[in-house]
């Protein structure tokens, strides 16, 4: 009986802590008293001053392309995706021994029943991880009880792929900050 009150405890603290996921997979941070604690991965979101979804949407991408390079823009999910932009090693990472970095960017245009537009923008700080994959997921599983592949496949010799795997440490807020402050200035220049 202690070990499932346990174990409820946990699942209840996890669930809490690491907020929900919505119907397009991207996490989001939990709000209200366990917001603060959260490590600031869920992004920043600015309400839009626009009526037009179409002009937001144009405007976030036109805004997305000054900063980074836009890798795809659906307008039907409203989703701006990016290439990772390396970010320049000072002399001291390169002393202290730290491995490269980037930034991966993506913009989330939302438009909700009550009419109201929002744009959410994550900007991920990622390392190299020195941690190589062994083992690489394999995409073309039938689920069924037959192996197609032998394991010399899935533990074989490290990829390029495997070798270049990269982990998110933190998010960039001001740089979050600054895309959706230059967002809003572009919808107010193009209304009035």
Known sequence: ????????????????????????????????????????????????????????FGQARAVMSQYF????????TGLIECLPARLESTGSDRVVG??????????????????????????????QSSTILRQQSIMDETYDSVPHHTPAEIDAATTPDQNDAWETFSSDQPLENQILNDLARTLDGASS
């Open 1 to 56: 009986m202690a070990r499932q009150i346990i174990t409820i405890a946990i699942t209840i603290t996890t669930v809490l802590l690491a907020g929900c996921v919505d119907r397009a997979g991207e996490t989001q941070g939990a709000s209200g008293l366990f917001g603060a604690l959260m490590v600031p991965s869920g992004g920043t979101q600015r309400e839009l001053h626009t009526e037009s979804y179409a002009a937001a």
């Open 69 to 76: 390079t836009v890798t795809s823009a659906d307008q039907d």
């Open 98 to 127: 730290r491995s490269p970095a980037r930034q991966v960017a993506t913009m989330k245009i939302r438009r909700h029943g009550s009419g109201r537009i929002t744009a959410t923008c994550w900007v991920q700080v990622q390392r």
